[in-house]
């Protein structure tokens, strides 16, 4: 049995994780493994972690030793591997299946005893309770502590669904939140404005998204404000409409008449439309007609140079028998044939 001492300043509150803590590490001890000469020293408070993001868990022997040699577990539930540093080298084959690819050991400081365990691509079901165990031949001990996890989420994403019961309803969607988060719309003197609609439920990834809508009267009027709040993380994210009187149905004939426009505005858009599209049919239509007679005025230009071509063919060929007639009987040739007849008949 293990006697400790309490003095009374530490008879003060303490948290029920702090005390899960004290009590696991209490239950696992055995009496071989007690040293008053080495300590495993790990990370003193609760570590808070941000989704997507990474965390480090650092771990080292007091007075420091080289731990090279020794084996180094981080672990989760004391049977749950996390990470597994054994005859000097890592084991990720022993890890569980959810952290596998997500941790990286640096051990620049191991033969000083300090090794950090590095986890990436922070999840929600990654928080809990964590610990580091140094085991060697003659010495055994370890370190506890708790991890937890929160989601600031995306910015609201806001939308105007219409006229409705009198007023003006308003939606707003927002993701990536952890904890469930607290929503709260409120009217331009900070009371609050209860929902019409509100939704907050888990995702794929364990994340919360939320969808809530409001409907805002003409007694609101000025600015309407919408809150998202991690109560973890103490942050919240407020987004604020402003909405201007106009917008809000009345009985003032003035209010009716424009309501009464923006009612008028679809039919007048399909109008336009409609005209817009008969235009482009009529143009398109004149571009069909231009190209068909550019069309036709090339084939006539083709047509013609065709004709051409010929002729040209004909007076070339026309004007080489011609020059062939010429080679073959030269001048000179006749007139000698005639004089030779002349002398002939003299004699």
Known sequence: ?????VSLDSLKPVSLTSSLVFLMHLLLLQP????SEVKVLGPEYTILALVGEEVEFPCHLWPHLD?????IRWFRSHTNVVHLYQEQQELPD???QVFRNRTKLVKDDIASGSVV?????????????????????????????????????????????GFKEGGIQLRLRSSGWYP?????????????????????????????????????????????????????LSQKKEFVVQIADVFLPGASPWKSAFVATLAALPPLLLVLAALALRFLQKQRRCQEKLKKQAEKRQEKLTAELEKLQTELDWRRDEGQAECFILASHPPGEGIQAASNSTTTLNA
Request: charged share 20%; net charge negative.
């Open 180 to 232: 469930k988060p607290k929503v709260q719309w409120r009217d331009h003197q900070g009371q609050c404005l209860p929902p019409e609609f509100e939704a907050i439920v888990w995702d794929a990834q364990g994340l919360f998204s939320l969808e809530t809508s409001v409907v805002v009267r003409e007694g609101a009027l000025s600015n309407v404000s919408l809150s998202i709040q991690n109560l973890l």
């Open 117 to 161: 365990l590095q986890l990436h691509s922070i999840v929600p079901s990654d928080k809990g309770i964590y610990g580091c165990r140094f085991l060697s031949d003659n010495f055994s001990g370890e370190a506890l502590w708790e991890l937890e996890v929160a989601g600031l989420g995306s910015d609201p994403h806001l939308s105007l669904e």
């Open 94 to 96: 022993r890890q569980m």
């Open 1 to 5: 049995m293990v006697d400790l001492p």
């Open 67 to 71: 731990a090279q040699q020794m084996e």
């Open 32 to 35: 071989g493994e007690l040293s």
